[in-house]
Structure formats: C-alpha cells, structure tokens
DNA sequence: AAGTCTGTGTTCGCTGGCAAACATAGGGTT
DNA sequence: AACCCTATGTTTGCCAGCGAACACAGACTT
C-alpha cells in the first residue's frame, strides 16, 4: 500500500498521520441558504445561486490526487473551498512545473468545459481541502442563461492567464530560493495559515526543480530562522523576511489576484 | 537619430533598407466588401462585420514599437493582417520574455479592452505588416451586442492560455538551441514565409537570454545548413531539420492552434 | 570617402543547478 | 521490537548559459 504517486504525495498522505486531517468539515450548505467558502459561489446573485446549487456536490481534496487530467476532456468543474490546487504543465519526457494555483477564490475546469475542450494542463491536488464540483454540462445550462456566471469567468481567465504569464517569467529568471519562497508565501496566502503541510518533492515538480535543491533552499531558510520544517510540514516563522528572499513575482501575484477582486 | 529602441530593434530599421519594406500594401476593404487579412475579422458574419467595419482603422506595424503598454489601461484593440506581434512580460529589473505570439489569426488587447482593465503584458511588434484596429470603447460597444464576438473572445483567451502555459514550461526546461527553433519555425508559420526579418537581439529578448546565446545557437544551425543568416534576416533553408532541433513546444502550440481554428 | 552606428562573431571565467549518488531519520506496520 | 517505506540531509562532478568583454562588418550619414 502507500503506493508512491506520480507527484510526490502519498496515497496515505491524508489519513494516515502524516499531514493532519483536514481542518474544515464538509459544510452543510445542501440543506440550508448557506453558501459554500468558495468565493465564486458566495458572490453570486440569489437567482444563480438557485439554479446552480442542486447541481453541486461537495468531494475531499486528496493531496497528490488529479482532478483534472491534461489533454482530456473535462468533467467537472470545480470549486475549491479551502486546500489548494496546483495546474501542472507536463512536458513530454516527464518534466513538469506549476503554470498556476487555484484556491477557493477561484475555480478550475471552467475554461475546458465552457467550450467542451479538453484541458491543457493537469490540475492536481497540492493541499487538502474540499471542494464543490458540478458536472460540466450542468455548467454549460447555467451558463447559457446568460447570468453573471459568464462575468466570473471571464474575470477568472483573466486570472488563470496573469498567473500563467507570470510563471513564463519566474521560470527562466528567477532561481530556486526565490521562486521556493515565492511558492510559500502564496500558498500560505491561500490555506490562510502560516502551517503548510506538503512533501519537498511536490514542491519541487511545481517549481521545476530537483527535490535536493528544495532541500537546500529550505535548509537555508531555515538556518536564517525564516522557516521550521518538519516531515511533511513548513511552517513560516517570519512572513516579512520570506518576502525578501522572494522574487517580484509574489508581489506581481498578489496584484493581479487583488485587480481581479476589486473588479467584482 | 536612429534611436535604439529598448528592445533590439532600430526605429530606422522598416524604411531604411534593414529590412525589406511591408510587402502587403494597405488594404483597400473600407471601401468595399472586401474583408481584412485577419481571422478573426474575415470569420465575423455580415451582421457583425457591417457593425464593426465602420470603427476599424489600420496602420502600419513597425518593428519594436509597443503598441500595447504593461500596466496601463488598453485603448485599442488590434487585428492583425500580416506581420506578427509578441506579447512580452517585463520583470522589475528589465528582464523580459515572451509570453505569447500573435498573428493574423488572433487579436490583441482584446482581453483587456473588454474589462477596462490595464494590460498584464507587453504587445511589441517583431515583424513588420499591417493591423486594422479599433478603440476599446467600440469593441466593448460590439461586445454588448451580444453577437459572435465574444464567441471569438473567448477562443482567443483560451489560444493566449495555452501559449502562456506551454511559455512557462518550455522556458523552465529547454534549451536555448531548442527555444530559437521552436520560436523561428512558429514566426515561419505565422507570417507564411522562411524569410524572417529579425535582429539577433530581438530573438534574445523573446526567449529571454543573451544576443549572444542567440548568435551561437544560430551558428550551429547555419553550420548544418538548416537556415541562412544575413544581416537582420534569418531564413529557414530546411523546415524539417529545424523541427527536429526544436524542442516538442512548437509541436504542442500548433496544436492548441490548431484546435483553436477547428473549433470554429 | 570618411565617419558612425548597429548588428554579428567570438572568447572566457564563473556559477546555479542538474544528475546521480548515498546516508539517515520519522512514522507506520506486523 | 523489528522491519519497511517515505522524506529529508548531504555531497560531488559536470555543464549550459550568464556576464562581460572585444573585434569586425554592413549600411547609412555627411
């Protein structure tokens, strides 16, 4: 058993002690006027809300586990209410890097299944949470009311391809203590706690980068006391010195993903 | 005069004999039924191109000028007919790579325009031609319409996505021999020639590395008889070779193009 | 023709990170 | 307790490409 996935997590990984279990419990929006923590959901109008909410269904986030499969057509579209997703270029022979993060401010799968088109890129499960899902199709309906759902998602491509350019960028610029620090930061930003619980390795196949040279990176964050690692486990001890071994493109993130709030 | 323009290009480099001048005269549609070159354009129908052929305006697309500024807000919208575009991310300390190409099947500034937001990256023009352009405020004005324009819209989104995506992975793990093949072959494809008219500089600004980088890599290629290099004019001698030099990028974004055009 | 600027050819030391090991420790299983 | 698997710590050789020069040649200007 534990049989070692492709990326890095465990299959064990979320129950069986080596990150804690997960922190929210399954909300009972189905059965009240509750909206979910996903804040796509939680901005919509009643009137939408009503039509799509019979449509939903709620699943854990498996850290390790591909919710969306590069080069297939797409499913289902999620909403992440907490946790966070990773969306994985893949290369040919193996490579892969992060070319965006998906937490519960945003929604993944959208993009494929408004034009049912199959997904450029892989969507994995980087930290556990849950998440609303509905089926694509019932996506489609929804959005060929012509509500504000359209409006989300355009203001989410928007998103989804900041993200993206600014990757293009990172990449070839920025070298790993920068784009390590960068990574953590973010993710810490969207799990809202400064406790994060991922494997060196899995943060190593987003940045695109050997598993020792994370190891490296961290040790010295470490050392500066800006970081304390544990199995499975970084906890950020000083946000502000973090911030200052990170490259711009956390600042740049953090505009973007502001703009596209303020948008609302 | 003859100003060195920030990136590689020379502002004397269309008229003066660098290159050869535009070899499309300005088209005369706006008085006839005649469609413009470009895609998106020609694919509108009656209904919406008689609406929007009255907003469109076009002009020369001179090589190194910055037709669309980061960070600011987008006031026009172009289409272009011959001759291509970059879409370029700039880092705070000058570093810039592209992020995106496009041609005459895809627009710029769309994205932008549409929101009234600012724009997330650098339009440059790196091979000169024609564009028909329009304001933002008119396209918007289209868009309300609710004709088939948003239709178009999206699919443009998506085709900048993947290209952006496809960027982030190929400038993290190929080389640089790998990335000027990918990126010579895509330019070939777009303007619909294997004469390219391009600096060594601009390539190196594209692909994010030095001029140099770029002079060696195509020495290697020269020396092997897969293109010909003359004094700002690159041209491909033998398309297949390059491919096989290329790393497996070019290959992926002609097929999200690819899917992008089936997809009509 | 001379002068000047731009574009290209070439070299060289340095370094970040790749590629590939091997060692050790945490945590679960039996 | 013994065992096993996974995660982390650490090292070493190696190389692509950076960073920085310098030289030469094409093409325009005067």
Redo the contacts with the bound molecule.
């Keep these: ?4 996935m492709s990326n ?3 299959a ?2 979320l129950t ?3 990150r804690p279990p997960v922190q929210h419990r399954l909300d009972g929006w189905q059965n009240s006027a509750t909206r979910p923590r996903n804040q796509v959901l939680a901005s919509l109008p009643a009137e939408v809300w009503g039509r799509i909410a019979p449509h939903l269904n709620q699943s854990l986030l498996i850290p390790g586990k591909v919710i969306i499969h590069e080069g297939r057509p797409v499913d289902h579209v999620y909403f992440p209410n907490c946790g966070l997703l990773s969306l994985v270029m893949c290369g040919r022979s193996g490579e892969r890097v992060e070319a965006g993060l998906s937490g519960r401010e945003c929604m993944a799968g959208g993009f494929e299944a408004m034009g049912e088109a199959s997904a450029i890129s892989r969507a994995t499960v980087q930290i556990a949470g849950t998440s609303c899902w509905m089926s694509a199709e019932a996506f489609r309906t929804e959005l060929s009311w012509a509500g504000c759902l359209q409006e989300h998602l355009l203001r989410y491509f928007q998103w989804q391809l900041a993200q993206a350019a600014q990757y293009a960028l990172c990449n070839r610029f ?6 390590l620090a960068r990574w953590l930061l973010r993710a810490s930003d969207h799990v809202e706690n400064s406790e994060i619980f ?4 899995a943060i190593a196949q987003m940045l ?6 994370v ?5 010295t964050l ?1 050392v500066a006391g800006i970081v304390n ?6 906890t950020i001890l000083d946000h502000a010195a973090l911030r200052s071994h990170a490259c711009e493109c956390y600042d740049a993130l953090r505009k973007h993903e502001h703009r596209l709030r303020g948008n609302v």
């Design positions: 058993m534990a049989t070692v890095g997590h465990s064990t990984s069986k002690g080596l920025h070298c790993v203590e920068e784009r991922i494997t060196h390795e695109g980068t050997r598993r020792s040279g190891t490296v990176a961290l040790s470490e690692c544990g199995r499975g486990r970084i």
